[in-house]
């Protein structure tokens, strides 16, 4: 049974940090490229951050880059989000999710989401 379980969201006020987990299970952890995913209410969801499986390169967001940091555990089956100078706008539910593009198709699993709150 594959789980994403995030954890790590709360309530921050702006110029803050946080660290968000998503620990992972049922399927092998190490071969999936690793996402972090937002949705702020009345938003599209979009991407935020990505560590991929084989060499661990990051790409982020234009709006977060040079705040937010990715980074994944392989031997604790774990990503990892490192969020700092928290804006309002980071205000989101953040998700987890893991993607794998075997021959004959693509595998997305997704977490239940932690919820962010950027406010003074």
């Known amino acids: 049974q594959v789980q994403l379980v995030e954890s790590g969201g709360g309530l921050v006020q702006p110029g803050g940090s946080l660290r968000l987990s998503c620990a992972a299970s049922?399927?092998?952890?190490?071969?999936?490229?690793m996402s972090w995913y937002r949705q702020a209410p009345g938003k599209e969801r979009e991407l935020v951050a990505t560590?991929?499986?084989?060499?661990?390169?990051?790409k982020f967001a234009d709006s977060v880059k040079g705040r937010f940091t990715i980074s994944r555990d392989n031997a604790k089956n774990t990503v990892y989000l490192q969020m700092n100078s928290l804006k309002p706008e980071d205000t989101a539910v953040y998700y987890c999710?893991?993607?794998?593009?075997?021959?004959?198709?693509?595998?997305?699993?997704w977490g239940q989401g932690t919820q962010v709150t950027v406010s003074s």
């Open positions: 999710n893991a993607h794998f593009k075997a021959l004959l198709r693509e595998y997305d699993y």
């Open positions: 049922g399927f092998i952890f190490s071969k999936y490229a």
């Open positions: 560590v991929t499986s084989t060499s661990g390169s990051t």
